[in-house]
């Protein structure tokens, strides 16, 4: 167990469809900490830098793309073993197969639009922050 920050952010469908408030609770109920937050646009630089790991990927443009269509949440949540109490929150990558019970089996059907980003590694959180909340 280890004190860490990570980044995570409540995606455009996610606003959209109004599950901020039950996200940001189920956040808080397990025990995290939200140490900062706000709702904003994500710019084409800071989504070209987030998701540069994937670019020429056949699904890269619809990302830029779809990341950058409307307010996002951006947080920096914090705790004992954030990255990976988050991830778990979570849940898998593609909604499909995401748990019940984890953001993204509650709140998602697809891939392509599956409601939160959070950081996989503690050095990805800190590159990340830096990069939607500046150093
Ligand atoms: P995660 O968001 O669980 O960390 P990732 O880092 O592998 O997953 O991918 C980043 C985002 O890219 C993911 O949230 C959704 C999108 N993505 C990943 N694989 C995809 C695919 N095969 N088709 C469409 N979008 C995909
Ligand atoms: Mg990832």
Redesign the pocket.
């Given at each position: 167990m280890a004190f860490e920050r990570t980044y995570n952010m409540i995606k455009p469908d996610g606003v959209r469809n109004r599950h901020v408030g039950d996200i940001i609770s189920r956040i808080e109920r397990v025990g995290l900490t939200i140490e900062r937050m706000e709702l904003t646009m994500v710019t084409p630089e800071q989504a070209a830098e987030n998701?540069r790991e994937?670019e020429g990927k056949p699904?890269y443009e619809g990302?830029i793309s779809y990341i950058t269509s409307g307010p996002v949440v951006k947080m920096v949540v914090s705790g004992e073993n954030a990255v990976a109490t988050m991830r778990k929150l979570m849940g898998a990558?593609n909604c499909a197969q995401a748990a019940p019970g984890t953001i993204r089996g509650d709140f998602g059907l697809t891939?392509?639009e599956?409601v939160i980003?959070?950081s996989?590694s503690v050095e990805s959180a800190e590159r990340e922050i830096a990069v939607f909340f500046g150093a």
């Open positions: 998701y994937h699904f990302l990558t891939v392509d599956n980003h959070g996989d």
